[in-house]
């Protein structure tokens, strides 16, 4: 890459550090523990609302994971209509559905329970309640949402995405199957309530893809050149807490402790993603599963050493800084060792998970334009710790199939 052109980028770089300072982001009031769900339910109570829309999907409707939301609710005095069509990558369509629920019963609050999917489609609904005028399309991009949401909540059942503490919603296009990002503090939930309960009964491989996404946010917001004390100390918490919890969750889903302290490490990740930024790992996991259908928590897994590595030493000091906050060396020993071991540690935690070191589904005809719209979802936007062009792109792609 030029000088000329990495100069504009790591001044554009600056200038979003300086913003994300400025914007001060809304941080969602966190309720965790046991009887989160009560604590949640209470505070609705408080704003006094008659009517909340309750936005989930299928499956967590059938398994029953809204049930004890619904009672809760129900104890309060308050009434709920629920919309359940929300699928995996929710479509603008799930958000027209969502809306016309909303609408048609007079709602004046929403509840998110499910997981990314079903919270990023309930904040568009939310945006939508907040700017009527808008079609969900002209909601697309940063700061489009001009009205107030409706108090809303989300009660995550993934520990994964960290969408219950951002800003952002991603939607699909079904007509076009493309992905696109509605960003405003607005949509941010006013509480996210952690309820390990209802994960027990995610399966061990969601689990595991779901865990390694929220671990990915942690480590790439970590090493971006736009951290700030609050996205670094989450970001240690949130890599320690994975470290210490992600096996234990895949081996035996049911431990209720394991699932809290998965679920606060996604939320400390989504706290981090929201402001330090992705990096190149999301960017090729996102050209890579448009492409090949690959769920993202498995993409990004898979992705991750193999970055890490490319970087060197550009990150061999905050590397080596997290490898001694997550207890796995001691800071008198030597950096790049740090380094090695650290990425050890991932590499081995992908072992146990069951996730390949490999993508085969990559085809050799399809590289370069992977390459080219990763470098171009990336540069400027991600605040990467090394600058890479096209060609270093490539060449990790090469080291994947
Ligand atoms: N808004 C953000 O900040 C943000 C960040 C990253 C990703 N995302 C988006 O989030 C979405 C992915 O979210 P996700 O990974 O949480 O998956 P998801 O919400 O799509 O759920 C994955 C599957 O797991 C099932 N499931 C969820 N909870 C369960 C439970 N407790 N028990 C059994 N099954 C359960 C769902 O029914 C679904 O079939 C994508 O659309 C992605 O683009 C958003
Ligand atoms: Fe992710």
Redesign the pocket.
């Known amino acids: 890459m030029n000088f000329a052109k990495k100069i504009a980028y790591r001044s554009f770089h600056l200038m979003s550090k300086l913003a994300y300072v400025i914007l001060k982001f809304p941080e969602p009031i966190l309720v965790s523990g046991e009887d989160s769900l009560e604590k949640l339910c209470d505070l609705i109570k408080k704003e006094d609302l008659q009517q909340i829309l309750i936005v989930t999907?299928?499956?967590?409707f059938e398994?029953g994971?809204v049930d004890k939301i619904l009672e809760l609710l129900t104890d309060r005095g308050i009434e709920y209509s629920v919309y359940s069509g929300?699928?995996?990558?929710?479509t603008i369509e799930n958000i027209k559905e969502g809306y016309q629920v909303y609408q048609e019963n007079q709602c004046d609050g929403i509840l998110a329970v499910?997981?990314?999917?079903?919270?990023?489609c309930a904040?568009v609904v939310g945006g939508r309640v907040a700017t009527p005028n808008k079609t969900v399309l002209e909601l697309k991009g940063n700061f489009k949402i001009k009205g107030q949401l409706p108090p809303f909540y989300a009660v995550?059942?993934?520990a994964?995405?960290?969408?219950e503490?951002?800003?952002?919603?991603?939607?699909?296009n079904s007509d076009t199957h493309e992905?696109f990002?509605v960003n405003s503090p607005k949509i941010a939930p006013r509480v996210a309530a952690l309820a390990p309960e209802?994960?027990?009964?995610?399966?061990p491989h969601?689990t595991a893809?779901?865990g390694l996404?929220a671990l990915t946010?942690a480590i790439e917001g970590y090493i971006n050149v736009n951290g700030i004390r609050l996205t670094d100390e989450s970001a240690i918490k949130s890599v320690r807490m994975i470290l210490e919890n992600l096996e234990k969750a895949y081996s035996n889903g049911t431990d209720l402790k394991v699932r809290e302290n998965m679920s606060l490490a996604a939320f400390y990740a989504?706290m981090v993603?929201?402001r330090a930024t992705p990096g190149y790992v999301h960017a090729i996991a996102h050209s890579l599963g448009g492409r090949y259908n690959l769920?993202?928590?498995l993409a990004v897994a898979v992705i991750l050493p193999y970055v890490l590595e490319e970087f060197g030493e550009s990150i061999h000091d905050s590397i080596s800084q997290l490898a001694v906050e997550c207890g796995l060396a001691s800071k008198q020993e030597p950096k790049n060792l740090l380094y090695r071991r650290f990425i050890q540690r991932i590499k081995r935690l992908n072992d146990h998970l069951n996730i390949p070191n490999k993508i085969t589904a990559i085809q050799e005809q399809d590289i370069e334009d992977i390459a080219i719209d990763a470098i171009h979802e990336a540069n400027p936007t991600y605040c990467v710790p090394k600058l890479l062009d096209k060609a270093d792109i490539v060449k990790i792609i090469h080291r994947l199939i």
């Open positions: 999907d299928a499956t967590i398994l994971l929300v699928v995996s990558n929710p499910g997981g990314g999917s079903s919270i990023d904040k995550p059942t993934t994964g995405t960290g969408s503490a951002t800003i952002g919603a991603v939607i699909t992905k990002s209802l994960m027990t009964s995610l399966p969601i893809y779901t996404d946010h989504g993603l929201t769920p993202h928590g």
